[in-house]
């Protein structure tokens, strides 16, 4: 199983980024998909999750009403819109798979799977 991260880099306070992430190597339709992040000297936090059956999808505080999780089942590809950046936002994005995840989208043990990691910078 592979699920590679990319998208990320450099922009500036109120740009736009979308992430995506590939997967392969597993029946991707059957995987709740969520997105984490890493900031420097920081633990890594739930962003935003989709599931694998109804497509719902569910967000952090901190990124509601700015970031958007979708999927797209027909690639094997996650995404993550993210609007309105800040530098807060500043982080590495992970993706990762669970498998018919139906709880507990927000903890990291949760998922069974895992992405390497893009790095997003959000500059003042």
């Known amino acids: 199983v592979q699920l590679q991260a990319s998208g990320g880099g450099l922009v500036q306070a109120g740009g736009s980024l979308r992430l995506s992430c590939a997967a392969s190597?597993?029946?991707?339709?059957?995987?709740?998909l969520g997105w984490f992040r890493q900031a420097p000297g920081k633990e890594r936090e739930f962003v935003a999750a989709?599931?694998?059956?109804?497509?719902?999808?569910y967000y952090s505080d901190s990124v509601k009403g700015r970031f958007t999780i979708s999927r797209d089942n027909a690639k094997n590809t996650v995404y993550l819109q993210m609007n309105s950046l800040k530098p807060d936002d500043t982080a590495i994005y992970y993706c990762?798979?669970?498998?018919?995840?139906?709880?507990?989208?927000?903890?990291?043990?949760?998922?069974?799977?895992w992405g390497q990691g893009t790095q997003v910078t959000v500059s003042s």
């Open positions: 190597g597993l029946t991707f339709s059957s995987y709740t």
């Open positions: 990762a798979a669970d498998w018919r995840g139906a709880t507990d989208w927000g903890r990291q043990s949760t998922y069974d799977y």
């Open positions: 989709i599931t694998w059956n109804s497509g719902k999808t």
